[in-house]
């Protein structure tokens, strides 16, 4: 990604970030109901194909949203957002987990989220 972030600009994002997640989460929850149904050879109560399709096509604009604003998109069930930044000179990735209310975690980048720990506010430029 070419943007870096401040701790300050990345939680200065997380309600425009929240309200898409939560957006996102209802849409991807919707298109697995629909999916299932069309599987099935039925329909759900929440539609068929036309619906679906306009599921799939809302989802893309929400990971293309999130993608232009200059985060990485490391998964969609569940949501993971990384924000490039630096600790002590040092690239890591600001790390955001869906159902998280707030920025609180980084990693080093050779480490993904396995080396999550929580962010020093002192630490982080």
Known sequence: MDRTFTLAEARELMPEILAKAD???E???SLVEVQAALAAGSTSRLGGLPEAKGYQA???ELV???TAAGL???GIAPLLLDFPSELAGEPVLLCWL?????LGWY???EYGFAGRRRI???RVS
Do not use: C, F
């Open 58 to 60: 809302r989802l893309s």
């Open 107 to 109: 990693h080093a980048l």
């Open 27 to 29: 849409l991807r929850a």
């Open 23 to 25: 957006e996102l989460i």
């Open 120 to 122: 020093e506010a002192a």
């Open 64 to 66: 293309g949203w999130y």
């Open 98 to 102: 869906e159902g998280e209310r707030e």
């Open 72 to 74: 990485e998109v490391k």
